[in-house]
């Protein structure tokens, strides 16, 4: 054989070489395969356990947002037109009562607004710092640790929740899942318990703001509607009184003391000069207009104006038993877990032992190469 093949042959890899060299080295296999489930052993044992729980939530019934749904709340007074004029003794206000909700919260709003705040970072962080100032030491040795820093503290504990959302694809949300993870199987339980209460505390905040908010804003409202029709009223009482104190004097000059015509006597298509209706007429209707200053009734001549101020006493009467009110509910509170989530032992120690399997292997392969390596002469060049 030339040495081209020779060489060749040597190269080439025999199964049943390996199988022998494996079977000469046992030892080498059985050695690193009980080490690695030593260690697996030894990890599994003296890991820190961490217990997992959680909360099952869903979305509260209609009758828990009754507050939510009276009169008050359901109907707006709206400005459509308005046009002022103090004949027939008023001014008259186009008005119109709307079926626009000063507030409206359904039970599918409601469950979706709680749900964001649960799922929120700045919630939990709110949680988490209310967590530190606390007086429990057991917990806060297991939340807080002092050589990181409060960014890197907040991020480990963040990601100790998890959230689930079964219909979040579909937009059909009826129930979410939290989930909360301690190397404490009571605390944890505790913490997600009390977390969840707070966030929906949160949020309820957050809706009695709101709803004051819009209640204000529409009392603001009404009263720049108020304010608006008493200043058209005066201004039109005051140019009516200036007419008819004109015409009276224009009455008087003609010797006109009585009226000139009566009701029947006039065209529809026609009126005739305010002079036609008599000194004495005239000067009597501008002192009723007067002395219409004087009473404190003068806004019922105002109309349009009674129907505000009555929807303003009706939303300042507004109150909502807010202890009768549930945004979400918790269908599951947490629950004290039996047994960790982390570490699984056995998984552990059969990696371990399967990975120590392997390395013992490459063991095994590289102590019988070595065992036949030749030591090769070196030639040395004699010049």
Do not use: C
């Not at 190269?11 to 690695?36: P, Q």
């Not at 709003?109 to 919630?123: D, N």
């Not at 606390?134 to 929740?161: H, P, S, W, Y």
């Not at 929906?200 to 009263?223: G, H, P, T």
């Amino acid at each position: 054989m030339s040495d081209q093949q020779t060489n060749a042959r040597r190269d080439e890899i025999d199964l049943f070489d390996l199988v022998d060299d494996i079977r000469d080295k046992w030892y080498w296999v059985v050695g690193v395969s009980i080490l690695g489930a030593l260690l697996a052993i030894v990890y599994a044992v003296t890991t820190t356990p961490l217990y997992r729980t959680e909360v099952v939530i869903k979305d509260a019934p209609g009758s828990d947002l009754v507050a939510f749904n009276q009169p008050a709340l359901r109907t707006t007074l709206v400005l459509e037109a308005r046009k002022d004029s103090l004949k027939d003794g008023g001014s008259t206000s186009d008005f119109a009562l709307s079926a626009e909700p000063v507030f409206e919260l359904t039970s599918e709003t409601a469950f979706l607004g709680a749900r964001a705040v649960i799922r929120s970072a700045s919630t939990r962080k709110a949680f988490y710092q209310k967590l530190v100032r606390g007086e429990d030491e057991v917990l806060k040795a297991l939340i807080f640790n002092e050589l990181l820093t409060e960014e890197q503290n907040l991020a480990l504990f963040l990601e100790r929740f998890s959230f689930s959302d079964p219909g979040a694809k579909e937009k059909l949300d009826v129930f979410m899942t939290v989930s909360f993870e301690l190397s404490d199987a009571q605390l944890a339980t505790d913490v997600l318990n009390d977390y969840v209460a707070f966030a929906l505390s949160k949020y309820d905040l957050q809706i009695q703001s709101e709803l004051d908010r819009k209640l204000n804003a529409q009392l603001q409202l009404n009263e720049s509607w108020a304010d608006s029709l008493r200043a058209a009223y005066d201004a039109e009482k005051e140019r009516r009184i200036v007419e008819l104190s004109e015409a009276a004097e224009i009455a008087a000059v003609i010797g006109q003391k009585q009226p000139f015509y009566n009701s029947n006597d006039v065209v529809v298509s026609s009126e005739p000069p305010l002079y036609m209706m008599g000194e004495q007429a005239l000067r009597a209707e501008v002192s009723q207009l007067r002395s219409r200053s004087q009473l404190k009734s003068e806004d019922l001549f105002i109309n349009g104006l009674p129907e505000i101020l009555q929807n303003t006493a009706v939303l300042k009467s507004v109150s909502v038993d807010w202890k009768s009110v549930n945004y979400a509910l918790v269908d599951q509170p947490a629950l004290l877990p039996r047994k960790p989530v982390k570490p699984r032992k056995i998984l552990i120690v059969v990696l371990g032992g399967i990975g120590g399997f392997m390395m013992g292997l490459i063991a095994a392969l590289i102590a019988a190469g070595s065992a036949r390596h030749v030591v090769r002469p070196r030639y040395i060049k004699i010049q």
